[in-house]
């Protein structure tokens, strides 16, 4: 498929979909890397991500390694709000992707460690992702938000005391805490 034909067979697919749509189904779809290589090449990478953007998967198969980060850099560029990607691979030709993506899992095993050492997270074997999206990936967003609710009103309360403080020292400028008081603030309000 070239020029036109590529256009044509894009439109087409785009009816279809809304077709799908329409009768509330359920779309995927899957692309070639050699596909691929010619939606780049005519510059329909957009047309390409508004197609896929209404699909519940989109599979790639058969890609080189620069064209797997060419897809993850195409949805942090082009999606809006802009999504926290997720690259997950288990061998060297999946590390390009893995540092593209915001965050990335490298499955050890039979292809070697090269993605493991590229990643971000590191899982013996692709069973245990379900443990670390759900599980620890709720745990890991629980503690950062009590961490940012924590440094907030911390910050709250020291300014306030600061204000407060100004008004009794007759604006002289002095300082109301001891060095030993602001390195160990934190702990003490955390107990």
Same mark, same amino acid.
Request: a neutral charge; aromatic letters at 10%; charged letters at 20%.
């Given at each position: 498929l070239?020029?036109?034909?590529?256009?044509?067979?894009?439109e087409?697919?785009?009816?279809?979909h809304?077709?799908?749509?329409?009768?509330?189904?359920?779309?995927?779809?899957?692309?070639?890397?050699?596909?691929?290589?010619?939606?780049?090449?005519?510059?329909?990478?957009?047309?390409?991500?508004?197609?896929?953007? =209404?699909?519940?998967? @989109?599979? *790639?198969?058969?890609?080189?390694?620069? /064209?797997?980060?060419? $897809?993850? &850099? +195409?949805?942090?560029?082009?999606?809006?709000?802009?999504?926290?990607?997720?690259?997950i691979?288990?061998?060297?030709?999946?590390?390009?992707?893995?540092?593209?993506?915001?965050?990335?899992?490298?499955?050890?095993?039979?292809? =070697?460690?090269?993605? @493991?050492? *590229?990643?971000?997270?590191s899982?013996? /074997?692709?069973?245990? $992702?379900? &443990? +670390?999206?759900?599980?620890?990936?709720?745990?890991?967003?629980?503690?950062?938000?009590?961490?940012?609710?924590?440094?907030?009103?911390?910050?709250?309360?020291?300014?306030?005391?600061?204000?407060?403080?100004?008004?009794?020292? =007759?604006?002289?400028?002095?300082?109301?805490?001891t060095?030993?008081?602001?390195?160990?603030f934190?702990?003490i309000?955390f107990?």
């Open positions: 070239t020029g036109e034909n590529l256009k044509a067979s894009l087409e697919i785009r009816i279809q809304e077709k799908a749509k329409e009768s509330n189904m359920d779309c995927a779809l899957m692309v070639t890397g050699a596909a691929l290589e010619q939606i780049s090449h005519e510059s329909l990478m957009e047309d390409f991500f508004e197609i896929s953007q =209404g699909c519940k998967v @989109v599979v *790639a198969c058969r890609v080189s390694p620069l /064209q797997k980060s060419q $897809l993850v &850099r +195409l949805v942090r560029d082009s999606a809006h709000p802009q999504p926290v990607t997720l690259a691979g288990d061998g060297a030709n999946d590390v390009p992707m893995i540092q593209e993506a915001h965050v990335g899992v490298g499955v050890s095993g039979k292809e =070697g460690r090269q993605a @493991v050492n *590229a990643a971000d997270f899982i013996a /074997q692709f069973r245990f $992702l379900e &443990r +670390l999206l759900v599980v620890h990936g709720r745990w890991d967003y629980r503690r950062t938000c009590k961490f940012i609710l924590y440094t907030f009103w911390k910050n709250a309360i020291i300014t306030m005391l600061l204000f407060y403080y100004t008004f009794f020292s =007759g604006y002289s400028g002095t300082c109301m805490f060095s030993t008081v602001w390195t160990s934190s702990m309000l107990w």
